[in-house]
T-cell receptor, first 114, second 110 residues
Framework: EPEVTQTPSHQVTQMGQEVILRCVPI?????FYWYRQILGQKVEFLVS????????KSEIFDDQFSVERPDGSNFTLKIRSTKLEDSAMYFC????????????FGNGTRLTVT | RKEVEQDPGPFNVPEGATVAFNCTYS??????FFWYRQDCRKEPKLLMS???SGNEDGRFTAQLNRASQYISLLIRDSKLSDSATYLC???????????FGGGTRLMVKP
């Protein structure tokens, strides 16, 4: 069964540094998402992406964040100038359709900012 | 602001019990709903879709009540392996901010 893959599984970085989290969505999916889950808290929507542009973003997704699909397979989340409170699990997901199709999640990247 | 609300629990039940969770949503335009299961420190995994009048898959039954704007998940004959957090999610084709509830934690005990 095709799956969403994320790398790295764990990223440790120092405050103020930039990190790039990588995702390879399922190949025939057209909609891509990033979610964040701080330890013990709910899964929070960050951004959705379709047709090479952001289709929706939450208030969490400020200028510190950016997404890119640099080639036909990768989907990346860049976090600039990381803060301690950015420490969380970051999940990438993809879906076939817009809004009415279930999400398929990757295993997540655990980001630890020290 | 569109909200999806769940009772966080935990629901502590003995093996073999039947347990039900509800999830309320505020967006009347929501068209599709899903239940996911999330194990500790793992990704959410799709458990069931709930499109119209609900559906059943083995021990799991999902229902949708549009009038009262909630969906439910019923688990019969609970197994130890059912212990997890259950997340509901709503979606509609007008937007892509797919919102999750905070999750309901289930603990099945021997």
């Amino acid at each position: 069964e095709p799956e969403v893959t994320q790398t790295p599984s764990h990223q440790v970085t120092q405050m103020g540094q930039e990190v790039i989290l990588r995702c390879v969505p399922i190949s025939n999916h057209l909609y891509f998402y990033w979610y964040r889950q701080i330890l013990g808290q709910k899964v929070e929507f960050l951004v959705s992406f379709y047709n090479n542009e952001i289709s929706e973003k939450s208030e969490i997704f400020d200028d510190q964040f950016s997404v890119e699909r640099p080639d036909g397979s990768n989907f990346t989340l860049k976090i600039r100038s990381t803060k301690l409170e950015d420490s969380a699990m970051y999940f990438c997901a993809s879906s076939v359709g817009q809004g009415v199709s279930p999400l398929h999640f990757g295993n997540g990247t655990r980001l630890t900012v020290t | 602001r569109k909200e999806v609300e769940q009772d966080p629990g935990p629901f502590n039940v003995p093996e073999g019990a039947t347990v039900a969770f509800n999830c309320t949503y505020s967006n009347s335009a929501s068209q599709s709903f899903f239940w996911y299961r999330q194990d500790c420190r793992k990704e959410p995994k799709l458990l069931m879709s709930v499109y119209s009048s609900g559906n059943e898959d083995g021990r799991f039954t999902a229902q949708l009540n549009r009038a009262s704007q909630y969906i439910s998940l019923l688990i019969r004959d609970s197994k130890l392996s059912d212990s997890a957090t259950y997340l509901c999610q709503e979606g509609n084709n007008a937007g892509n901010m797919l919102t999750f509830g905070g999750g309901t934690r289930l603990m099945v005990k021997p």
